[in-house]
């Protein structure tokens, strides 16, 4: 396979990769709380292609020694974008809406046997019975909601109303009284580009972040004073479909080119061979 060939075929990789991502992100475009992902590129690792030195000149040449041949391009990374989505009014009473960004709900999530904290947008929760005449607040997959302290928000089942004030407080009615039973645990992401999708529309620190910095440079706890949401709504996704539209129809262009040249690649190929 010689370098054109082989320089296409690694970039149609890629381009497919950039492809999925779009794909992702359209058949998102109606999730609670999703954030829109773009895929950036990069240029793979050039080679170097030295000259023969000039015999006329004992120094030996004096242009450059050689040229640097990309090999094609490569998926560099994804980038979530964590701009603000639309509010859709819904006048539910378990729907909540973050109104600042890079702030997160914290969700437990059970994975292999381990129990790790998440983090999500998504406000649109629910209530599902536990054991003792209990209910908890879970995700819409069933994760539980994690309260002020770390733990599941777990209430008594005998309520006649329950809302989810502004400040995150969730304010419970029992026989015509009502009482804060609990808080939400609200957190602001201080270095958003260090979170990694995790699937389910939630977000985790990946290892190599936590490497490079200690968690409390990455994520924050927010004061009650400082949470900021919106009850009986939910925050649409943020993604723009004519922009992704367009992006598709950019990438399918590219990857048609790149298809093309080796096509042409290998009818040039043929020419060579019916020399005589």
Known sequence: MTRMTFQAAATMGQLQKRLDNIGNNIANSNTVGYKN??????????????????????IGRLTPDGLRVGSGAKLGHTNINFDQGSLQRTDRNLDVALLEDNHLFQVAVNENG?????????GNFYLTPVEGEQVMLVTSDGNPVLGQGGDPIVLANNMD???????????VTRNGVQMIEGELAVVEAVRPRLLEAAGSNLFRISEQSLESYPFDDIINGVGFADVNMESGALEASNVDIAKQQTDMIETQRAYQFNARTISMHDQMKGLINQLR
């Open 37 to 58: 992902r773009d895929a950036n590129f990069s240029s793979l690792l050039s080679q170097q292609i030295n000259t023969e030195p000039d015999p006329t000149n004992p």
């Open 114 to 122: 381990e129990e790790e904290v998440r983090y999500t947008r998504a």
């Open 161 to 171: 109303d329950l809302n989810i004030e502004e400040n995150g407080q969730i304010n």
